[in-house]
């Protein structure tokens, strides 16, 4: 498949334990996106990776919330010590860079339910 | 701080006939302007988009109007059909930057 596949496609965890969720952009593409939704929300910009930049991590909700992004290819978004509130569908979407018209595309998310 | 707005949860069409999706902005250093468009457990999906310097883009059956000096964009599709039946996000960016999203807006086209 040519598209962008994260995984898993749906985590049930309890509050306090920490959760990683995967994306594997679409090759050749150089940036990458974290973003969520929550329940009857919008989406929300978490953190994108452009090359071998710095990451933009300004959307990032607190510090139990980190992502890296290895060898310029997949990522890992981690949430340490999930808290209920955590709990959302996490998109990933990948595109050939950041500019006006470089159209993003979007993984089919990870649903995280924290009971 | 909400900087892209979609003031209208939900809108119900009937087929054939046009929909019109709404969407306002605060931040005027937006340059480039999106919709997306979502079905339930899949993502989103780009539909079309407009550059900061034009006022419409036209592509198929959907167009995208922009009035920069209102901060308000559009989306226009007709002639509706129910597979248009999603949910519609607009978004904004400015160069190199990510995309800030409204909270969308339900269409059902009903046949």
């Known amino acids: 498949g040519a598209g962008v596949s994260q995984s898993p496609s749906n985590k049930v965890t309890e509050k306090g334990k920490d959760v990683e969720l995967r994306c594997d952009p679409i090759s050749g593409h150089t940036a990458l996106y974290w973003y969520r939704q929550s329940l009857g929300q919008g989406l929300e910009f978490l953190i994108y990776?452009?090359?071998?930049?710095?990451?933009?991590k300004s959307g990032l909700p607190s510090d139990r919330f980190s992502a890296e992004r290895t060898g310029g290819s997949v990522s890992t978004l981690t949430i340490q010590r999930t808290q209920q509130e955590d709990s959302a569908v996490y998109l990933c979407?990948?595109?050939?860079?950041?500019?006006?018209?470089?159209?993003?595309?979007f993984g089919p998310g990870t649903r995280l339910t924290v009971l | 701080d909400q900087q892209v707005k979609q003031n209208s949860p939900s809108l119900s069409v009937q087929e054939g006939r046009i929909s019109i999706l709404n969407c306002d902005y605060t931040n005027s250093m937006f340059d480039y302007f999106l919709w997306y468009k979502k079905y339930p457990a899949e993502g989103p999906t780009f539909l079309i988009s407009?550059?900061?310097?034009?006022d419409k883009n036209e592509d198929g059956r959907f167009t995208v109007f922009l009035n920069k000096s209102a901060k308000h964009l559009s989306l226009h599709i007709v002639p509706s059909q129910p597979g248009d039946s999603a949910v519609y996000f607009c978004a904004a960016k400015r160069y190199g930057n990510k995309l800030v999203f409204g909270a969308g807006t339900i269409l059902r086209v009903k046949s």
């Open positions: 990776f452009q090359g071998n930049s710095a990451p933009d």
């Open positions: 979407a990948s595109s050939f860079g950041t500019s006006g018209d470089n159209e993003q595309f």
């Open positions: 407009i550059s900061s310097i034009k």
